[in-house]
């Protein structure tokens, strides 16, 4: 349909409901709805139209790297003898998630994830940074500080120190994600004034994230036919391109959400401004600045409110029944 004719449509529509005898909260509604201005800019995008090639090469040498390690073998179960079954390491939907989502200069030569400019091990070779998790036992998921040293992949060393005591549970999320734009001073100043008492605006960015519904630590395939990293890319960039849309479910619901004051759907890229002091205006940065990527992750891989990454506790009885 062409532009003149969904003008006609709507205007066809808003004619009929206009002569309905409408509710007055109705009325009330379409005329807050038509005078809202929300804020908006481009969704986030990420580079991985051009860099999903070469991020597929770095995962093969990754994964080549780990699989020379002996204990890195992933036990499958029993023989027909009874002996412990083994198949050779492969990524999960995580560790694609990560090496999709990174930074390109974490990849790259000097980067986080070079063996060479390693300073945290002993024996700084990949198998020694990546956290333990793939060996697919609980308690090493629980090991925060094999977590917590995946900061370094997004901060200097200073301030994973500073965001310790900042983190979130980030354990719900996977659906959206909120993108800080910047900070600065309410208004400019006209005299030199303390800036520790100039009110600040943090503007945050809304954006709906492709939400993968398989299990974090659902093996991936990267030769063959059947590249599920490149399909992981892929996905990504279609949603990219479709501007970031809501999810659907496989019956085509729409999980959306509305902002209930000018009875508008959220969507990708409305923007939204909130005002504190200064110091508190950096560290919310600092922790929006955090989330961004670890929710883009927990959300692509499917780590998001998984139970088996959930502590113990009888409140997770419903996530927990509704993944089986």
């Not at 909260?25 to 139209?49: I, V």
């Not at 699989?67 to 939907?93: C, Y």
């Not at 995580?94 to 060479?116: K, Q």
């Not at 019956?251 to 009875?263: C, F, S």
């Amino acid at each position: 349909m062409s532009e003149r004719g969904e003008f006609q449509t709507l205007d066809d529509c808003l004619r009929s409901f206009l002569g309905s005898n409408p509710h007055p909260e109705q009325l009330e509604a379409l005329e807050r709805l038509l005078n809202a201005r929300p804020a908006f800019s481009t969704p986030q995008k990420s580079d991985l139209e051009a860099t999903k090639d070469q991020r597929y090469e770095y995962a093969l040498k990754i994964q080549a790297q780990v699989r020379r390690v002996p204990s890195s073998q992933i036990k499958v179960g029993k023989d027909e003898n009874g002996k412990d079954k083994f198949e050779p390491f492969r990524l999960d939907a995580t560790h694609v998630s990560i090496i999709l989502l990174i930074p390109m200069s974490a990849l790259e030569e000097g980067g986080w994830l070079d063996f060479s400019s390693s300073t945290h091990t002993s024996h700084p070779r990949v198998t020694s940074i990546l956290p333990s998790s793939w060996n697919d036992e609980l308690d090493t998921v629980y090991f925060t500080s094999a977590v917590m040293e995946a900061l370094y992949a997004f901060f200097s060393e200073d301030m994973v120190t500073e965001l310790y005591s900042l983190l979130a549970n980030l354990a719900k999320l996977g659906l959206f994600g909120l993108y800080c734009k910047g900070i600065a001073p309410c208004a400019e100043l006209d005299e030199p004034t303390e800036m520790a008492k100039v009110p600040f605006n943090v503007t945050i960015q809304f954006n709906w994230l492709r939400r993968g519904w398989e299990k974090p630590n659902h093996r991936i395939a990267l030769e063959g036919d059947d590249n599920e990293f490149m399909k992981m890319a892929e996905r990504q960039i279609k949603h990219e391109l479709e501007n970031s849309p809501p999810y659907k479910d496989n019956h085509g619901a729409r999980i959306a959400a509305v902002r209930a004051d000018i009875n508008i759907p959220l969507l990708s890229g409305q923007e939204f401004i909130i005002t504190m002091p200064r110091e508190d205006a950096v560290k919310c940065k600092f922790v929006l600045d955090l989330q961004w990527p670890i929710v883009q992750i927990a959300g692509m891989g499917g780590a998001a409110g998984y139970p088996d990454l959930l502590p113990d506790h009888d409140g997770w009885i419903k996530d927990r029944l509704f993944w089986e």
